[in-house]
């Protein structure tokens, strides 16, 4: 199997975004090894040597900001947020869509805005010349990289809208939750 057949059989994304998905997930995925590394050789020089990496800390909220940022766009454009639908019921389908496209809307401006602070914030860390504590990596970089990460996913949150507004019927949770539960009483 070619590794194109490989990246279509398990990404259900289309065109760039698929690629995208890919090499961020490839992102994270090397960011979670080094951290389990990183781990594992702490846990052990401190239990054998009685000695611990001094660094293992920063670089493990180094890590974890690289994970989250980098899995943050693509758990938006699977529509892998958490909803909670407890009045789709009472309410009708165009209500349903108009506050989803609303709450889109607000989610896409404020990640924006926040992204642009975080930037702004960034900028001014490597102007003052402010590093980690023991291997004196620059952190300014790091908050730009969660910045542009977050506008990344403003980017996301916005094309995800514009799917909506195109292909109403696609995503699952603008389904009537009567047609939900018979599809899958049918299915068993």
Same mark, same amino acid.
């Given at each position: 199997?070619?590794?194109?057949?490989?990246?279509?059989?398990? @990404?259900?994304? +289309?065109?760039?975004? +698929?690629? *995208?998905?890919? !090499? =961020?997930?490839?992102?994270?995925?090397?960011?979670? =090894?080094?951290?389990?590394?990183?781990?594992?050789?702490? &846990? *052990?020089? %401190?239990?054998?040597?009685?000695?611990?990496?001094?660094?293992?800390?920063?670089?493990?909220?180094?890590?974890?900001?690289?994970?989250? !940022?980098?899995?943050?766009?693509?758990?938006?454009? %699977? /529509?892998?947020?958490?909803?909670?639908?407890?009045?789709?019921?009472?309410?009708? +389908?165009?209500?349903?869509?108009?506050? /989803?496209?609303?709450?889109? $809307?607000?989610?896409?401006?404020?990640?924006?805005?926040?992204?642009?602070?975080? $930037?702004?914030?960034?900028? %001014?860390?490597?102007? %003052?010349? #402010? #590093?980690? #504590? @023991?291997?004196?990596?620059?952190?300014?970089? &790091?908050?730009?990289?969660?910045?542009?990460? /977050?506008?990344?996913?403003?980017?996301?949150?916005?094309? @995800?809208?514009?799917?909506?507004?195109? !292909?109403?019927? +696609?995503?699952?949770? @603008?389904?009537?939750?009567?047609?939900?539960?018979?599809?899958?009483?049918?299915?068993?």
């Amino acid at each position: 199997m070619s590794f194109s057949a490989w990246l279509s059989t398990h @990404y259900e994304e +289309k065109g760039l975004v +698929k690629w *995208l998905a890919f !090499f =961020l997930e490839v992102i994270a995925a090397l960011t979670l =090894l080094i951290l389990m590394l990183l781990t594992c050789t702490d &846990v *052990l020089g %401190r239990y054998l040597f009685d000695n611990s990496l001094d660094a293992a800390s920063e670089l493990t909220e180094i890590c974890i900001a690289i994970i989250v !940022f980098a899995e943050m766009p693509i758990i938006t454009w %699977r /529509s892998g947020h958490v909803v909670v639908d407890i009045l789709d019921r009472f309410m009708g +389908k165009k209500i349903i869509k108009v506050l /989803s496209l609303l709450s889109i $809307f607000i989610m896409a401006s404020s990640l924006y805005y926040v992204a642009h602070r975080i $930037f702004f914030m960034g900028a %001014r860390s490597l102007r %003052r010349g #402010e #590093e980690s #504590e @023991y291997l004196a990596i620059p952190m300014g970089h &790091v908050v730009q990289y969660i910045a542009i990460m /977050s506008w990344v996913t403003a980017g996301a949150v916005i094309t @995800y809208g514009i799917y909506i507004l195109l !292909f109403p019927n +696609k995503p699952e949770q @603008y389904s009537e939750p009567s047609e939900s539960l018979s599809s899958s009483k049918e299915a068993k």
